[in-house]
Structure formats: structure tokens, C-alpha cells
């Protein structure tokens, strides 16, 4: 009996263990569930919280801001940057006028040239997603359907707007007064290009060169912009729906052949 009594009383008191055990392990389960759930819970309050602390960030005016690369900022800004509406001009003269978040182009906004045409769009963390393009003269691009100055309407724009001169007085270029061409070089409209430096030059200082145009684009401007001197290229028979070919016109082909657009190169990269 004694034995019996002793394993039963050691059978019992291991139930038991076993029991307060397995009581034991729920609760730190259940305390270690809790924890993790209070964890995930702060989590979620400081995401909101940080949402709500960043659309809350106050903005603020200050003074024109002066950047090393010659730009400038006017507007307002937050403790990131550059953030709220602005106007950002560049060293060229350019200036974007629009939405900036975080130190970049951001939303609805005007791109002026300093020749006056403008770009209005759509930004994107300074990509241009949308856009509408008005030239200084006021002619508007359109990205298709572009037949401007095409056959069969090859008006200028101010032709458009004051109607077509009497013969003689025709306008020749878009720009008026017409500039004079320096010798050797082509109109290319925002300057004067020369084909012995392969760069295009400021009208209003043929010193500062304002850029250095790809081989395609120089190909382009010597086949159709104005140089000095002007030689007789003959009748551009393209442009025409039907041309007779006169008895007599315009200097000996001797003459012609000395043109300037025979003798520029380009250089390919």
C-alpha cells in the first residue's frame, strides 16, 4: 500500500505539473501574442501619425535663393526643400513657374523661354508627362498632324495673322524685320549658325554661343535656313503640285555650283 500510495501521490503531482505547465504556456503565449499585437498597433499609429506629421509640414516664404549653377528660387519652401508653388528660373533665362515638392517639378506648371514661348503641362518629379506648346509668336504645336509651313499652306504665322504681302515684298522670314545674315552662316531662328564651328551664336552677341547643335540638326539647317550669301538653288520642285520648266532662269550653273551649301561639311560623330 505504501508503494501504491507513493505512485499514485507522483502520478498526481505530475498531472499536476503538467497542468500548471501547459496553464504556464498559454498564458505566455498568450502574453507573447499581446505584445505583438500592442508592436503591430504602434506601428500602424506612427504610419498614420507620420502621414498626417508630413501633410502637415508647414510651408514657408523666403527670400530668393541664389544656387551655385546660376538658377534661382523664389517661393516656398518646407524643412525638405523647395516645396509649394515657386518660380525657378535658370541661367539661361528660362523660367518654370508651378508646383515643386521636394526640390523638384511636381504638378501643373508654365515653362517660359527667354525668347518667350512657353510649355504648359504636367510634371512628374521633373518629368514632363503632359504638355501644350506655344511659341513667342503665338503659333501653338501640335504633336500630330503638324503641316505648319507645308504644302499646301506655307504661310508664316504672321502671314496667318496680317495676311500675305504684294509680290516683291514677300515676307522671308517669320521674324520681322527680317536680320541681316552674317557671311557664311544660316538663320536658325534662336541664333546664327556657323558651319566652321559647328555652334550656333546670339544674334544680339555673336560671341556667346548659345548651343552646339547635333549633325542631324545641321544637316537640317543648311538644307533649309537662310545664309549669306544667299545663292540660287533653282526652283524647289517638291513644293509644287505641277512645274514648268522655264526657257531661261536665274545665273549659269557654274555660277550655282559655287553655292556655299556645296561646300560646308559636317562632322559625324
Not at 525638405?80 to 508651378?98: C, D, E
Not at 517669320?174 to 552662316?185: A, E, I, L, S
Request: hydrophobic content about 25%; overall charge neutral.
Amino acid at each position: 500500500m505504501d508503494q501504491e500510495e507513493k505512485r499514485n501521490e507522483e502520478e498526481h503531482l505530475n498531472k499536476c505539473w503538467l497542468e500548471n505547465r501547459s496553464e504556464n504556456c498559454m498564458h505566455n503565449e498568450t502574453k507573447r501574442r499581446s505584445l505583438w499585437d500592442q508592436l503591430k498597433a504602434t506601428a500602424r499609429s506612427e504610419e498614420e501619425q507620420c502621414k498626417v506629421t508630413k501633410s502637415d509640414i508647414l510651408l514657408d516664404s523666403r527670400p530668393t535663393e541664389f544656387f551655385c549653377t546660376g538658377s534661382k528660387y523664389t517661393g516656398m519652401w518646407d524643412t525638405i526643400g523647395m516645396n509649394g508653388r515657386g518660380v525657378y528660373t535658370l541661367p539661361n533665362g528660362a523660367s518654370y513657374k508651378g508646383g515643386m515638392k521636394d526640390g523638384m517639378f511636381e504638378g501643373a506648371g508654365i515653362l517660359t523661354f527667354a525668347d518667350g514661348a512657353k510649355v504648359q503641362g504636367t510634371w512628374r518629379r521633373n518629368e514632363l508627362v503632359r504638355r501644350s506648346i506655344v511659341f513667342s509668336d503665338g503659333l501653338k504645336y501640335h504633336e500630330s498632324d503638324w503641316n505648319y509651313c507645308r504644302v499646301p499652306d506655307r504661310r508664316f504665322q504672321i502671314e496667318h495673322d496680317h495676311g500675305l504681302q504684294t509680290a516683291g515684298q514677300s515676307y522671308m522670314t517669320n521674324r520681322q524685320p527680317t536680320r541681316t545674315v552674317p557671311h557664311g552662316m544660316f538663320d536658325v531662328e534662336d541664333g546664327f549658325y556657323d558651319p566652321k564651328t559647328k555652334v550656333v551664336h546670339d544674334p544680339r552677341d555673336m560671341s556667346s554661343i548659345i548651343r552646339a547643335p547635333t549633325s542631324k540638326e545641321q544637316r537640317w539647317m543648311i538644307k533649309n535656313c537662310r545664309t549669306a550669301p544667299d545663292c540660287y538653288r533653282g526652283p524647289c520642285l517638291h513644293l509644287y503640285k505641277e512645274w514648268t520648266e522655264p526657257t531661261i532662269f536665274g545665273p549659269p550653273k557654274a555660277e550655282a555650283d559655287k553655292c556655299l551649301r556645296k561646300t560646308v561639311t559636317i562632322d559625324h560623330p
